[in-house]
């Protein structure tokens, strides 16, 4: 989408009603979608609908940052229901792609939401990709949130906050046999991105990740 497009639906306010059937819209399908009632076909239109609801906002705020500011001030709705995976993560990650000033004031209760989803719902491609976009802006590495980012994968109370600085900018810590456990540290395989429909057939339309 052009520059100039994007401007104009800004204008127009095209991605209002956009957003209220992302924010409305997904409530019901995370009461459908496993709801054994409902037939397989509704449930792949409405996930066809919702990736192409969350595709347009993607492309909505691509590189411009007065789209992304608008669509950052409602970035819960996408984060409530990410565990329905049709594109809302795509859509958070092009909102802070590039824009510093978002990056640096993205809030400590939403990494800790994304560390939740990790926890409950697997180690998805997707919520990590979040994490390197926040750390990156334009070929310039963001040292806080990276920081913040190591700290929210690591146990805690494992290592003090010396350390972790220490760590990031490239110097060693003090105990060069101290064992970092991250977590999550096990031996489960990262889960690639798959088609959100081709998953829940793996399991009959039971489970969601």
Known sequence: MSYSRQNILMYLKVYKPVLTIAKEGLLTLDKVILDEDVSIEKKRTLVKLFNKVHLFLK???????????ILAEHRETFIDHARLDVG???V???IYNGNRALCEAVPQSFIDKFISLIQTEGRQVNFLKFFLVIQKCKETYILENQNRVFKALISNEQIDPEEVYKILYCN???NHNQHIQFHFDDYIPLIANQDFVGKLGEFGFRDTY
Request: charged share 30%; hydrophobic share 20%; with cysteine.
């Open 88 to 90: 809302q993560i795509d």
């Open 172 to 174: 060693p810590p003090r």
């Open 92 to 94: 958070l990650c092009e």
């Open 59 to 69: 492309k909505f705020c691509k590189g411009n940052d007065v789209n992304q500011n």
